[in-house]
């Protein structure tokens, strides 16, 4: 397992995944991360990216095409 930061907890309880992990696991505002407890440990995971829109990664609300996709790049692609 690999340290890649070391991060406070915020007096609301939250903490702040760094961009670069973000980036890499293509996380968006709105993308949902399960919280697992294993063997001791706090395991964060990514949760129903095969859910997810495929342009923004947000939750998708329709199929087109086999396509996951949101309703606001729904809208997006409406309006252009």
Do not use: H
Request: some cysteine; glycine content about 8%.
């Amino acid at each position: 397992m690999q340290l890649v930061a070391v991060k406070p907890i915020g007096s609301l309880g939250r903490i702040v995944i760094p961009s670069e992990v973000r980036r890499s696991w293509n996380m968006q505002p709105g993308s949902e991360v399960g919280i697992y407890i294993d063997s001791g440990k706090v395991v964060l995971k990514v949760v129903s990216a095969k859910d997810n829109c495929f342009i923004c990664n947000k939750k998708a609300t329709e199929v087109i095409k086999g396509k996951r996709i949101c309703e606001e790049c729904i809208m997006l692609i409406k309006n252009r």
